[in-house]
């Protein structure tokens, strides 16, 4: 493996959106009456289903890419679907990014710069 640091952002990503997607779909019904009320005065006050559904596979294929790139890493220390893993996280946390300043939620939009920058420092490394 080249590099200890790129596993463990992997599987931190990993477990991250698998979490966050679980959530999302066993809670379905609370995520959407929230989300709608969360973004009742933006453009995608009629869209918040299809947001969330867009959301939610975007959170499964950045998971099993980066439990399939720690695998390959591990392995054979191939980086292909780490990076790929790294490069969907951070195409994701930027959708989370312009939903929360879509919603003018500052303090939730700056909690997402928190993990999208070691999701970049992830694509730098496994590129």
């Not at 590099?3 to 991250?16: D, Y």
């Not at 890493?73 to 292909?80: I, Y």
Request: aromatic share 16%; charged share 15%.
């Amino acid at each position: 493996m080249n590099n200890p640091a790129s596993l463990l952002l992997l599987v931190f990503f990993g477990i991250t959106f698998l979490q966050s997607s679980y959530e999302k779909l066993f809670y379905w019904n609370d995520n959407v009456t929230w989300l709608k009320e969360h973004f009742a005065k933006t453009r995608l006050k009629n869209h918040v289903k299809l947001a969330l559904i867009n959301l939610v596979i975007m959170e499964l294929i950045s998971t099993v890419l980066c439990f399939v790139g720690c695998i390959e890493l591990l392995v054979n220390k191939g980086r292909l679907f780490g990076y790929y893993g790294a490069l969907f996280s951070a195409i994701t946390l930027l959708m989370m990014l312009f939903g929360q300043r879509l919603a003018k939620d500052y303090d939730g939009a700056r909690t997402i710069v928190i993990y999208f920058i070691p999701a970049v420092m992830a694509v730098y490394w496994l590129s």
